[in-house]
C-alpha cells in the first residue's frame, strides 16, 4: 500500500485531508503567545480573522524532523511505502527535516520537495493521488512527481504591500507609496523561491497581468490539476478574476476548483490575493 503525506504549507487543512484519503502534518502558526496547528485548531478562516485583527505578523515554524518521524513511523508500521509532499525547501526547513526522518525508515518513506507552495504544492498531491489510482509503484510516482513538478506555475496578484512591508521583504517607504497609488503586486513561485514578476495600478490591471503571464506560460494543461485560490474572508476578488479571465476557462473545463489560502504563506502576503496554479502545456 501507498499513503501519501502533505504539509499544511499545501492548504489541505485535516479535515479535508481525510476526505482525500491522505495523511497530514501541521505547521505551527503562533499570535503572540497562543501557539496552533495549522489546518488542524486554526482554520484558514480564523487565521484571517486573527491576522486582521493583529499588529504584530504572526510567526509560522516549519514541521520539524521529530514530529515527521513520529508520522513515518505511523504510516509503515503496517508495511506501506509513504510518499511526502513538502513546500519547496526554498521557502522552508520542512523538506529537509523530512528528508533527515526518511532516512530512518529503510527506504520505506520517499520524500518530494514539491518547489512549490498553496495550491502549487497542492496540484502536484492532487496528480499523485491520480497516478495511486492508475496503480503506479512508490517509485514510479516519486519519478513522475519530480519530472512534472518544474511544469508548474503558480502566479499570484496580492491585494496589498502592507504584510510583504512588515515581514521586512520591502521597505516602509515603498509600500507606502504603493498603497497610495493602489499598486498590486503579481508574484510566481519560479524554482522554488517567490519573484516579483511586476506590478499594475489597481486589480483590474493586476488581472490582466496575471492572464497575461498565464498565457506567456503555453497556456493551462486542462487535462491536469489546476486550481484558484484567495487569501481572505471574502472570494471577492476571485470572482472578479474569474470574470476577467473568462476567456482561459470557456469552452475549455465546466469546473473551476478555488480553495482559501492558510497560515503558511498567508501569513506574508495577507487578505485579498488571489492566485492560480496549473502544469503549463
Request: hydrophobic share 40%.
Amino acid at each position: 500500500m501507498i499513503k501519501i503525506i502533505v504539509d499544511s504549507a499545501s492548504d489541505v487543512e485535516k479535515a479535508e485531508a481525510e476526505q482525500l484519503g491522505i495523511y497530514f502534518t501541521p505547521m505551527k502558526v503562533r499570535f503572540g503567545d497562543e501557539e496552533y496547528s495549522d489546518g488542524i485548531d486554526l482554520s484558514h478562516k480564523e487565521f484571517f480573522e486573527k491576522l486582521i485583527e493583529c499588529a504584530e505578523l504572526p510567526q509560522t515554524s516549519q514541521v520539524n524532523e521529530y514530529a515527521w518521524e513520529e508520522s513515518f513511523g505511523e504510516l509503515t508500521a503496517d508495511g506501506s511505502e509513504v510518499i511526502a509532499i513538502t513546500i519547496s525547501s526554498k521557502l522552508s526547513g520542512t523538506y529537509s527535516s523530512a528528508v533527515k526522518a526518511a532516512k530512518k525508515f529503510g527506504g520505506k518513506v520517499h520524500v518530494v520537495d514539491s518547489i512549490q507552495a498553496c495550491i502549487g504544492e497542492r496540484i502536484l498531491l492532487q496528480y499523485a493521488l491520480r497516478l495511486i489510482d492508475e496503480g503506479r509503484s512508490a517509485a514510479e510516482i516519486v519519478k513522475e512527481l519530480n519530472d512534472k513538478k518544474n511544469k508548474i506555475q503558480l502566479i499570484a496578484v496580492l491585494g496589498t504591500l502592507k504584510y510583504l512591508r512588515k515581514g521586512g521583504r520591502i521597505s516602509s517607504v515603498a509600500a507606502i507609496a504603493g498603497e497610495l497609488l493602489s499598486i498590486k503586486p503579481v508574484i510566481s513561485v519560479t524554482k522554488g523561491e517567490i519573484k516579483l514578476l511586476g506590478k499594475a495600478m489597481g486589480s483590474k490591471k493586476g488581472n490582466n497581468l496575471l492572464n497575461q503571464l498565464v498565457e506567456k506560460c503555453g497556456g493551462i494543461d486542462f487535462d491536469m490539476p489546476y486550481a484558484l485560490a484567495y487569501s481572505g474572508l471574502s472570494d471577492d476578488y476571485l470572482q472578479k478574476y474569474l470574470n476577467d479571465s473568462e476567456h482561459l476557462w470557456k469552452g475549455k473545463t465546466d469546473f473551476i476548483p478555488s480553495y482559501m489560502i492558510g497560515s503558511t504563506i498567508g501569513t506574508h502576503i495577507g487578505p485579498n490575493a488571489i492566485a492560480v496554479a496549473f502544469f503549463a502545456r
